[in-house]
């Protein structure tokens, strides 16, 4: 039972060490190119009644 407790700490503590050395700050980036002018795309996003034409989403409500 020691040994498992003492593998256990060991095991804890080098989980906290690598931790510890990982950068504090992250940066998640997502892009995606849109081959349409912006006019057209402007008039899709502007008026809230096209949304229901391209949004994913609500095809699944």
Not at 21 to 35: G, N, T
Not at 52 to 60: G, H
Request: aromatic share 16%; no cysteine.
């Amino acid at each position: 039972m020691t040994l498992f407790a003492l593998l256990f700490l060991a095991l804890v503590s080098a989980l906290i060490a690598y931790i510890s050395f990982l950068p504090d700050k992250f940066r998640i980036a997502r892009s995606i190119v849109i081959d349409a002018p912006p006019e057209v795309v402007f008039r899709h996003i502007n008026d809230f009644h096209n949304w229901a034409d391209w949004s994913p989403w609500a095809k699944l409500d």
